[in-house]
T-cell receptor
Framework: DAKTTQPPSMDCAEGRAANLPCNHS???????VYWYRQIHSQGPQYIIH???NNETNEMASLIITEDRKSSTLILPHATLRDTAVYYC?????????????FGTGTRLKVLA | DTAVSQTPKYLVTQMGNDKSIKCEQN?????MYWYKQDSKKFLKIMFS???????INETVPNRFSPKSPDKAHLNLHINSLELGDSAVYFC?????????????FGAGTRLSVL
């Protein structure tokens, strides 16, 4: 079972920041938070990941709460091409078990 | 160059047939995966290989048999295809280190069983 909970859908105006929340209240201390997105029926695409600290890269920012029970993915200036399903995954590398468990994700629609 | 490539992109076949899907990655990764995405868009892992060794085998019917001839290739053979096998199959690869496991996905193979 997925360890994360996300809203099923969200809308965002083009050019605005898209803030996508994720709850992972059962996360353990050595589990990372990963974000992927899937545009239409393409293969999922990695966006960003983090453990405790906030992270930023050229695609997005990841804000993780201090208790690590939730996080927010921020797309600072959403474009129409950011319309996709966004997945939040918690993951820990156990030896011999490199398994993501995908949830149902958030369907983000960026509106012109 | 495509990092993770799958062939074919589309596969239409009759029930009862046997088919294979091929996957190749040129990223030098040690670990490769097969995922299935059903009509409800739920993405679920099926198998994973690390350096040609099977490390993850979810509850998949034994009609599905992965084969990894080398660490750059992971093929999926499906025997006696059933209607319920219709789905999009994604291959992925990663290089696991510490807490890092960024997976790179192929474009998918859309399988339709008639």
């Amino acid at each position: 079972d997925a360890k994360t909970t996300q809203p099923p859908s969200m809308d965002c105006a083009e050019g605005r920041a898209a803030n996508l929340p994720c709850n992972h209240s059962t996360i353990s201390g050595n589990e990372y938070v990963y974000w992927y997105r899937q545009i239409h029926s393409q293969g999922p695409q990695y966006i960003i990941h983090g453990l405790k600290n906030n992270e930023t890269n050229e695609m997005a920012s990841l804000i993780i709460t201090e208790d690590r029970k939730s996080s927010t993915l921020i797309l600072p200036h959403a474009t129409l091409r950011d319309t996709a399903v966004y997945y939040c995954i918690v993951f820990h590398v156990y030896p011999g078990t490199y398994k993501y468990i995908f949830g149902t994700g958030t369907r983000l629609k960026v509106l012109a | 160059d495509t990092a993770v490539s799958q062939t074919p992109k589309y596969l239409v076949t009759q029930m009862g047939n046997d088919k294979s899907i091929k996957c190749e990655q040129n990223l030098g990764h040690d670990t490769m995966y097969w995922y299935k995405q059903d009509s409800k868009k739920f993405l679920k892992i099926m198998f994973s290989y690390n350096n040609k060794e099977l490390i993850i085998n979810e509850t998949v019917p034994n009609r599905f048999s992965p084969k990894s001839p080398d660490k750059a290739h992971l093929n999926l053979h499906i025997n006696s295809l059933e209607l319920g096998d219709s789905a999009v199959y994604f291959c992925a690869s990663s290089q696991v280190s510490g807490g890092g496991n960024i997976q790179y996905f192929g474009a998918g193979t859309r399988l339709s069983v008639l």
